[in-house]
């Protein structure tokens, strides 16, 4: 597993939430402006009289005041877009499970505006090739190939998004195209292993595209879901690592329990 480099806060509190930051932040401040009261009024005093020392305290309740208000008003306006980003990134998902494709990449596509995860745009991807839009599909992970488009990628990240580029070559049955990501997609399983790949493939093995595909797309579309699904037997799994996509593959492996070898 590639290793991130930690920042400043990660260090402090090891992965605070933002509710974490904002509080410490909020202290500070506070703290902040107490110092400078005590030292503007009692050891290094500005004003001497009485009436002057009021006003001033006045000045500084007054500046806090703004600054706390300040502070309120982003974290009320930040709740409200994580609330907004999570209840359309469920939307999404659940306009995907009722197979409205074009509704499911509204959803996400909205999302990914209000915040660039890159499971939202993997989601939004996948719903587009079940939807057939091939074209805003090649806009968006051509777009995802530009340097800092999504920050923190993730091999596993890109495993997913050159999976996803040859299921859409082979839903068309370019296969040269096809076979050019899904050599690129076993050289980072072979540099990184499977163990960050989470995906469902139920939604693309049981799309019409999908279902309608014949011949040796058919085949080599299998064969790359039982590749990532870790179910490919380990002979076929060695030919289909050095390049043989199109070979009819054997029945996928069964998982024998540990209890059973006893």
């Known amino acids: ?13 090891r992965y605070p939430s933002f509710n974490v930051r904002f509080i410490s932040v909020l202290i500070t401040v506070v703290l902040v402006f107490i110092v400078f009261t005590y030292l503007a009024l009692f050891e290094f005093p500005i004003v001497s009289n009485v009436p002057e020392q009021i006003a001033l305290l006045n000045l500084v309740i007054q500046g806090a005041t703004l600054v706390l208000g300040i502070f309120a008003a982003y974290y009320a306006l930040r709740q409200l877009v994580e609330t907004r980003f999570t209840g359309l990134d469920q939307a999404g998902m659940q306009e995907l499970k009722r197979h409205n494709y074009y509704r499911a990449v509204e959803k996400w596509k909205e999302a990914f505006y209000i915040k660039p ?25 051509g777009m995802s190939r530009k340097k800092n488009f999504l920050k923190g990628m993730e091999i596993s990240d890109q495993q997913i998004i050159a999976y996803l580029n040859s299921i859409r070559h082979l839903l068309v049955e370019n296969q040269g195209e ?3 990501n899904i050599r690129e997609l076993v050289g ?23 279902m309608n595909l ?49």
């Open 1 to 13: 597993m590639r290793k991130t480099e930690k920042g400043f806060w990660e260090h402090l509190y």
């Open 117 to 141: 995860e890159i499971h939202v745009f993997t989601n939004m991807c996948e719903s587009l090739l079940l939807a057939g839009d091939y074209y805003n599909f090649d806009l968006y992970i």
């Open 178 to 180: 096809a076979k050019k």
């Open 188 to 210: 980072l399983v072979k540099k990184e292993g499977l163990n960050s790949f989470h995906w469902d493939f139920a939604d693309i093995q049981t799309c019409l595209s999908y």
């Open 214 to 262: 014949q011949g040796d797309c058919k085949v080599m579309a299998e064969n790359l879901i039982l590749y990532l699904a870790g179910n490919m037997q380990p002979a076929r799994k060695v030919e289909f690592q050095d390049g043989d996509f199109a070979s009819q593959a054997p029945e996928p492996v069964e998982h024998t329990e540990v209890a059973d070898l006893a």
